[in-house]
């Protein structure tokens, strides 16, 4: 029982940041129907800035960590979102009216453009941080074996829900929400009606962009690195969330992730570490067979 | 105006050197990951192989020849391995001093047999890659069947009667010599308690710590990289867990230290006596700190690989490499990490595995230099 609390909590921690990468997905999916393949990578691009930012208020002499992070929070967030808009202007604005593939063999370009221009800028090597947070909490002690609760995964499950929230509301009660649900349904209605089409789909990608920040922070302080390549894995398993919970549903790719996140874990604990990524994938393919929109996913309405 | 002047002769003058030096030089190539998880150790490779060319030609080049190195990048993955050399191959270069990875090195040696190039890797440690017979090849750093004994003879007696787990990565290197190991551990009569791989390049290992945790693990020994076995550490300690880990040679460099903070203090790995203490590597050790290199792990052992093979090749008279390589076997080499001798599979006679140790400042020192 000890046991299986502690890889919960492992599990829950590793999927709410698949989660948050998983949203950029859905997001983007749900809106212009295409899969950002760069998306991962602006989710490493976010996890460079936070250490940069953290360095650099490092060395300015700050020592308060929870001024700190939130600063790193917010600057990453901000230079992120940045990205996510540049790529999406420079990258997929030109081929929206283009065939369907193009958009999406542009993101597989953009994201080996990202990948490399990491590489060059910051070096092939992996960037460590010290660890940021430390401590945590016994939760159980029973027969010798102690469950912990480490802060960094309070600050990362938490750090989760709120923007989870925050970005809940966004969509459902605000005007650019309204806009966005509306571009989702049928963009040349939605132009027709005055909503600025373009202007949406940017904040689209600045969103996706800036929960990637926040996803890339969190990695850097749960795992302590970062390196230019992670971006790769950490997409797919984001994107394998993403359809789990059923593309272009927000509280699906959450689910998605978490699902995605304890069926790694638990699968590692109770049987082999070495299949914990095909347990994963069947248990993609079993939903996918008997559900073929996802777990949240609505079937797709024919538009005419 | 003074320094300019001399800037600008200077310049004139390298110039004019690296003109002259292109047109008849011979190029040796430095393969090994230069990105990457690995590319720490990439980096040890061609700081090794760049000091060694360097003081080559500051001593007159080879056969008359000026020397020019090629540095190829693998980023330890055995497809870029092979497409590298087979560039080496078709490009006529000689001699080559990598790679790094044992997955990499193995398949790449076929291509060079292929090519007509001499590899000397400097630091993969598999038994395979001197055991197919193939004319090219020798190494100059140990190999894990005897690692793996020292290991494995060092847990049985260190930690007589404690629970030890055993982890791989599921590749060439990381499983050969967990294997390895597990032989030596079970001949001194110790059985492991748990035996996991996890894939190379997870960064999540929660789900194994607990386990470990479960099983009251006091020592885990990892057959696999530096940066996986940092991570594991530091999600070791974060749950709270005093484990001991232990590993092999690829945890010689100072990135474990900067990835596991100061909780990699007490973290046990094997590795050559440290080249850097032997009386034949003072002069060198000091160009490199002059450079502010550490020429640690297996910076020396890639200058050593260029020596032997330049040593050789002076000897013969030529860079064939059918021919250099007869007499690299042949014969008894004076290089930066000792005198080397290789038998007929190009396995050196000599080196033996100590046990080092980290500690809280991130450095790490042998335990009982003296042998015990």
Redesign the interface.
Request: glycine share 16%; aromatic share 2%; proline share 3%.
């Given at each position: 029982m000890d046991y299986f609390a502690q890889q919960v909590i492992n599990g829950v921690v590793l999927g709410s940041i698949y989660g948050l990468i998983a949203i950029g997905y859905t997001m983007v999916y749900g809106i212009v129907g295409m899969i950002n393949f760069a998306h991962g990578d602006i989710f490493m691009i976010g996890g460079f800035i936070a250490l940069i930012s953290f360095l650099i208020l490092v060395s300015l002499g700050l020592t308060f960590v929870p001024v700190i992070l939130l600063i790193v929070l917010l600057v990453s967030m901000a230079i992120t979102a940045l990205y996510g808009w540049t790529v999406e202007r420079i990258a997929y604005r030109p081929l929206r009216h283009s065939f369907r593939l193009a958009p999406m063999l542009s993101a597989i370009g953009m994201s080996f453009v990202l990948s490399n221009y990491s590489q060059v800028a910051q070096g092939a090597r992996v960037k460590p941080v010290p660890p940021i947070i430390t401590g945590g909490y016994t939760l159980l002690d029973s027969n010798g074996f102690v469950v912990r609760l480490s802060n960094v995964q309070i600050v990362v499950v938490i750090t989760t829900i709120v923007l989870l929230a925050i970005f809940t509301w966004l969509v459902s009660r605000t005007r650019l929400g309204r806009d966005m649900r509306a571009c989702e349904q049928d963009q040349t209605m939605a132009a027709l009606l005055g909503v600025d089409v373009d202007r949406t789909i940017s904040m689209t990608f600045v969103i996706g962009a800036a929960l990637a920040a926040v996803a890339g922070m969190m990695y850097l302080l749960y795992y302590g690195l970062v390196d230019f390549y992670m971006g790769f894995v950490a997409g797919i398993k984001a994107f394998t969330a993403a359809v789990l919970g059923g593309i272009g549903s927000l509280p699906g790719a959450m689910l998605g992730g978490l699902l995605i996140g304890l069926i790694e874990t638990l699968w590692s604990a109770y049987f082999s570490v070495e299949y914990k990524d095909v347990a994963a994938f069947s248990i993609l393919i079993i939903v996918l067979i008997f559900l073929p929109t996802g777990l949240l996913g609505r079937p797709e309405v024919e538009k005419v | 105006m003074k320094s300019l002047k001399l800037i600008g002769l200077a310049f004139g003058a390298s110039l004019a050197l690296s003109t002259a030096a292109f047109a008849q030089d011979t190029t040796i190539a430095v393969a090994g990951p230069?990105?990457?998880?690995e590319?720490?150790f990439g980096?040890q490779m061609k700081n090794g192989a760049e000091q060694a060319v360097t003081d080559l030609n500051a001593a007159g080049g080879l056969l008359g020849k000026k020397l020019a190195l090629d540095v190829e990048d693998d980023a330890c993955d055995p497809k870029q391995a092979r497409s590298v050399a087979e560039k080496i191959g078709s490009a006529k270069i000689p001699f080559v001093a990598g790679h790094y990875c044992s997955s990499s090195s193995i398949p790449a040696s076929e291509a060079y047999a292929d090519g007509n190039v001499l590899q000397i890797t400097p630091a993969s440690t598999n038994p395979l890659f001197t055991e197919r017979n193939l004319w090219n090849v020798a190494r100059v750093c140990g190999r894990d069947d005897q690692q793996g004994t020292v290991a494995g003879d060092y847990i049985a007696k260190a930690f007589k009667g404690k629970n030890i787990a055993i982890l791989n990565d599921?590749t060439t290197y990381g499983k050969g010599l967990a294997d390895e190991t597990k032989k030596a551990l079970n001949k001194a009569g110790v059985t492991e308690k748990m035996y996991?791989?996890?894939?190379k390049?997870d960064?999540?290992f929660?789900?194994?710590v607990?386990?470990l945790?479960?099983d009251?693990i006091d020592l885990v020994y990892v057959g696999g990289y530096h940066?996986e076995a940092?991570?594991i550490l530091?999600q070791m300690r974060?749950?709270?867990l005093q484990t001991v880990l232990m590993a092999g040679d690829a945890m010689a460099d100072k990135?474990f230290a900067?990835?596991t903070?100061?909780?990699g203090a007490g973290t046990l790995f094997t590795f050559g006596p440290d080249p850097r203490n032997k009386p034949t590597a003072k002069t060198i050790v000091e160009a490199f700190k002059a450079k502010n290199i550490d020429p640690e792990g297996y910076t020396l052992y890639t200058y050593a690989a260029v020596q032997v093979w330049s040593q050789a090749a002076k000897k013969v008279g030529t860079t064939d490499p059918m021919k250099v390589m007869a007499a690299i076997k042949a014969g008894s080499w004076d290089t930066v990490i000792g005198t080397l001798e290789f038998d007929a599979k190009g396995d050196i006679k000599q080196l033996d595995y100590v046990v080092y140790k980290w500690d809280d400042k991130g450095n790490y020192a042998e335990i009982n230099p003296k042998g015990s």
């Open positions: - | 230069m990105t990457g998880g590319s720490a980096r599921k996991e791989s996890y894939n390049g960064k999540d929660n789900a194994i607990s386990r945790k479960r009251n940066q940092g991570l530091r974060d749950q709270g990135e900067s990835i903070g100061p909780a």
